[in-house]
């Protein structure tokens, strides 16, 4: 099974901010990364698709990046809507989660 | 536009099964194929199963198997997640998810295909 790990597991930022999460996976899964948020007490949804996609009507503020093992989800000028926990997925093979980064605000 | 309504929270003993249901509407059923995952409470996403919504094939993570049956009723748009001999772990939010796909070239096929968790249904709370 590939396993996901993202960093940090929490981190607080203040409005504005441009906020890194990383993403590793244990083995080379090209570019088979999904990025969802997930706020409190609803069901997750997908920002990134494929590494670098935006889906459809998500700010242009969330950016993917990454290819092979490791991988970074980043919120330009972050905005009090973006409290949330946030979880990779691979879909190389099946699919696997991160543990999640939970994002507060400063 | 796509939804997913899933079925009321049930609250289940040791030993019993539980089957939660996922309406679907919005989009052509028999295209995409439908993710079960689940979260229990305070902690991440585990994805439990796949199936097809076009022939029924089945994926089920390992940990589940033979213990998990996921299916589909493809006259009313429907996917069905059955887990029996529950625990006091499974208690959980269930989510059915419709699958997205992309293809990253002018043509794609099998594996070529990048998959995702498209649109999440509201999730159905269950208390073992």
């Known amino acids: 099974d590939i396993q996901m790990t993202q960093s940090p597991s929490s981190l607080s930022a203040s409005v504005g901010d441009r906020v890194t999460i990383t993403c590793r996976a244990s083995?080379?899964?090209?570019?088979?990364l999904n990025w969802y948020q997930q706020k409190s007490g609803k069901a997750p949804k997908l920002l990134i698709y494929?590494?670098?996609n935006l889906e459809s009507g998500v700010p242009s503020r969330f950016s993917g990046s990454g290819s092979g093992t490791d991988f970074t989800l980043t919120i330009d000028s972050l905005q009090p809507e973006d409290v949330a926990t946030y979880y990779c997925?691979?879909?190389?093979?099946?699919?696997?989660f991160g543990q999640g980064t939970r994002l507060e605000i400063k | 536009q796509v939804q997913l309504v899933q079925s009321a929270g049930e609250v289940k003993k040791p030993g019993a099964s539980v089957k939660v249901s996922c309406k679907t509407s919005?989009?052509?059923?028999?295209?995409?194929?439908i993710n079960w995952v689940r979260q229990a409470p305070g902690q991440g996403l585990e994805w439990m199963a796949w199936?097809?919504?076009?022939?029924?094939?089945?994926n089920y993570a390992q940990r589940f198997q033979g213990r998990l049956t996921v299916t589909t009723d493809t006259s009313t748009s429907t996917a069905y997640m059955e887990l029996r001999s529950l625990r006091s772990d499974d208690t959980a939010v269930y989510y059915c998810?419709?699958?997205?796909?992309?293809?990253?070239?002018?043509?794609?096929?099998?594996?070529?295909?990048?998959?995702?968790?498209?649109?999440w249904g509201e999730g159905t709370t269950v208390t073992v």
């Open positions: 998810v419709k699958e997205g796909r992309f293809c990253p070239s002018t043509s794609c096929y099998g594996t070529q295909y990048h998959y995702y968790m498209g649109v």
């Open positions: 997925q691979q879909s190389f093979t099946t699919y696997s």
């Open positions: 919005g989009y052509t059923f028999t295209s995409y194929g």
């Open positions: 199936i097809s919504g076009y022939n029924g094939n089945t």
């Open positions: 494929a590494a670098s």
């Open positions: 083995q080379n899964i090209n570019d088979y």
